[in-house]
T-cell receptor, first 119, second 112 residues
Framework: AQSVTQLGSHVSVSEGALVLLRCNYS??????LFWYVQYPNQGLQLLLK??????LVKGINGFEAEFKKSETSFHLTKPSAHMSDAAEYFC?????????????????FGQGTILTVHP | DAGITQSPRHKVTETGTPVTLRCHQT?????MYWYRQDPGHGLRLIHY???????DKGEVSDGYSVSRSKTEDFLLTLESATSSQTSVYFC???????????FGPGTRLTVT
């Protein structure tokens, strides 16, 4: 079974500071990994995804994440926070296509991390 | 944005009443999903569909049923709503090639 743990339900940074949101996963097969962002009263928007190609993945809005198999981690970073980055962020894991079966594509989500950016 | 709509967007209902939520897509994607979002739990999968009339249970399926009679529509039914089903419900779609899911705007359901 897959699982995702996001360390820290709330993270607060100053505008211009580094953003680091932590995600650790558990999976019996090499996973696909995702980061989604949710702004208040909206649906989830895909930030970036890892699908077994490059381990450093660049996404939208200046975010990037690095897949580290040895640490089973997929932490999300942004060098300089902006006020507009304030939102809730979710890490998610799924089986890869070659895992087969009808369950491909099912996402297991972490609990979410609320990012607050102070001026 | 992916063409996904959910209806209604907000609903208040009483305990014991049936409720149906609708998800409609214009992307012709094969896979559709229903999640519920609750504070501290992230999103949890209720049911999913891998084709017309093909559905399966997710992590929190008790008290919910689904139907998919057309590619574009995926219905979630609460047969007899309970207060524990007060939540925000999201529909998502995906294609098998890219792997990621695209989410609808959500339905806020309150059961009193």
């Amino acid at each position: 079974a897959q699982s995702v743990t996001q360390l820290g339900s709330h993270v607060s940074v100053s505008e211009g500071a580094l953003v680091l949101l932590r995600c650790n996963y558990s999976s019996s097969v090499p996973p696909y990994l995702f980061w989604y962002v949710q702004y208040p009263n909206q649906g989830l928007q895909l930030l970036l995804k890892y699908t077994s190609a490059a381990t450093l993945v660049k996404g939208i809005n200046g975010f990037e994440a690095e897949f580290k198999k040895s640490e089973t981690s997929f932490h999300l970073t942004k060098p300089s926070a902006h006020m507009s980055d304030a939102a809730e962020y979710f890490c998610a894991v799924s089986d890869p296509p070659w895992a087969g079966g009808t369950s491909y594509g099912k996402l297991t989500f972490g609990q979410g991390t609320i990012l607050t950016v102070h001026p | 944005d992916a063409g996904i709509t959910q209806s209604p967007r907000h609903k208040v209902t009483e305990t014991g009443t049936p409720v149906t939520l609708r998800c409609h897509q214009t992307e012709n994607h094969r896979y559709m999903y229903w999640y519920r979002q609750d504070p501290g739990h992230g999103l949890r999968l209720i049911h999913y569909s891998y084709g017309v009339k093909d559905t399966d249970k997710g992590e929190v399926s008790d008290g919910y049923s689904v139907s998919r009679s057309k590619t574009e529509d995926f219905l979630l039914t609460l047969e007899s709503a309970t207060s524990s089903q007060t939540s925000v419900y999201f529909c998502a779609i995906s294609d098998r090639v890219r792997g990621e899911q695209y989410f609808g705007p959500g339905t806020r359901l309150t059961v009193t």
